[in-house]
């Protein structure tokens, strides 16, 4: 049998008496509760609205703290300055855990690691490598001095958040200058260490930061009571998971492959529509792509040079040379496209199949489509000029008569007299008439 509560006893109390039922306020839950933010992927602007929705739920609901779970191989600079701004900003305690085992938070990871007002690893897992690449990926033409210049400024960023949180600030400084990475052990036994603590998991976690005193950035100390607290997971939403794998650099590098091969095909096809159609779609979710991921562009103009080429090869007697050379443009264009997302990049067991596959689809297709544009009409009015037949009644300059040719009776002219029965050939035709010549043997009725 069911408990009666007291509210319940209230309420068919008040039913049986006819009187109108009074609302009886349950006791609030008053356990702790924290939000649990999980992100795995590069670090984007979809990543920085993500975690700085979390941040956002955290201090609205009153949490106790949030904790963000991180796998990342790194990302955009300014995406990550986004999201350590929110951090610090936050009223929630901000803790970043790098977990599981055999994770990593490398290059912006790290820098968002060292913000948080805890930072903690699990066993296995490292950080660190945080070696800013120029927004033009290594094959950009920057100078050493605005290298310099951007190493400088990063390394500052660094050192700036290690100190306001009492971390390391040398070890973090050659993390970006160096590329220096640490171990969970490294980066806990160093002095001042990188992170606070090592954790298994995110129960763990919680039970070591329980009675915990943090200084937040803006000076104040702050307790933590994470006992028994009650975890709110957070979930990307569809849209953010959807727009996240886009902006993946290998799906990138796929659409705009797909788009281009799609493009082509409807212009080799003109109305064919399901190519042009799929085509034009994702081109548009790769030229979104590039808006999150900023492109190397001597890479992308060599991509569609070479495309160009493949084109031209054939159209124009080059020997291979053209279709040699758009490959390897493509080949070129699409190593260099994305080399600027940090330990991220297209890889060679993707580029080289589908820029082979890209450039013998085009030409095999514009082969076909030369072929079918030379070849002689056989259908309509222009197939019937060269066809064969027999004329049905006499036929001159100034008598037309009456033809068969495929079967079918044509009005017909003609510059010399034929008799009846004659073999005739087509050479032209004016409207519903057709202008013949002599031509034996006749074609069979």
Avoid at 134 to 146: D, H
Wanted: glycine share 10%; proline share 6%.
């Amino acid at each position: 049998m069911g408990r009666i509560t007291a509210g319940t006893a209230l309420l068919a109390a008040s039913l049986l008496e006819g009187s109108e039922p009074q609302v009886v306020g349950t006791t609030p839950d008053v356990s702790p509760r924290g939000v649990v933010a999980e992100y795995d992927g590069i670090i984007h602007p979809i990543a920085a609205e993500f975690v700085e929705e979390a941040i956002t739920r955290a201090d609205s609901s009153g949490a106790t703290v949030v904790v963000l779970v991180l796998r990342t191989p790194g990302g955009l600079l300014e995406s990550t300055r986004t999201i350590v701004s929110r951090m610090l900003a936050a009223r929630t305690p901000v803790v970043v855990w790098v977990g599981p085992s055999g994770a990593r938070a490398a290059s912006a990871g790290f820098i968002i690691a060292l913000a948080a007002d805890v930072a903690a690893m699990a066993p296995g897992t490292h950080i660190g490598a945080a070696h800013p690449v120029s927004a033009g990926g290594e094959s950009s033409p920057i100078t050493e001095t605005v290298a310099k210049k951007i190493t400088s400024d990063v390394a500052a960023y660094a050192r700036t958040l290690a100190e306001a949180r009492g971390r390391n600030a040398a070890l973090a400084a050659e993390a970006v200058t160096d590329s220096r990475a640490f171990t969970d052990r490294e980066a806990r036994a160093a002095s001042p260490p990188l992170v606070e603590f090592t954790a298994a998991s995110v129960d763990d976690l919680l039970r070591q930061l329980d009675g915990r005193t943090i200084k937040r950035f803006d000076g104040r100390a702050m307790t933590l009571h994470t006992k028994g607290v009650v975890a709110e997971r957070v979930e990307m939403t569809r849209r953010q998971r959807f727009l996240s794998a886009i902006a993946h650099p290998q799906i990138a590098f796929l659409l705009l492959t797909l788009g281009m091969l799609g493009l082509t095909v409807e212009m080799w096809h003109p109305g064919a529509i399901v190519p042009g159609v799929a085509g034009g779609l994702c081109l548009l979710l790769a030229f979104f792509a590039f808006q999150v991921l900023p492109v190397n562009t001597i890479g992308l103009l060599l991509i569609v040079f070479g495309l160009a080429l493949l084109v031209l090869e054939l159209k124009v007697p080059s020997f291979g040379a053209l279709g040699v050379g758009g490959t390897i443009s493509l080949l070129v264009g699409s190593v260099m496209l994305t080399t600027e997302v940090p330990g991220v990049r297209v890889g060679y067991g993707v580029i080289v199949p589908t820029v082979l596959a890209l450039a013998a689809i085009v030409l095999f297709l514009g082969r076909l489509a030369l072929v079918a544009q030379r070849s002689k009409p056989v259908t309509g009015v222009e197939g019937l000029v060269g066809e064969r037949g027999s004329t049905l009644t006499v036929v001159d300059a100034g008598r037309p008569g009456q033809v068969r040719v495929h079967g079918e009776i044509w009005r017909a002219t003609s510059a010399v007299p034929l008799a009846a029965g004659r073999g005739v050939r087509v050479t032209a035709v004016e409207g519903l008439t057709v202008l013949v010549e002599p031509s034996d043997p006749p074609a069979p009725k």
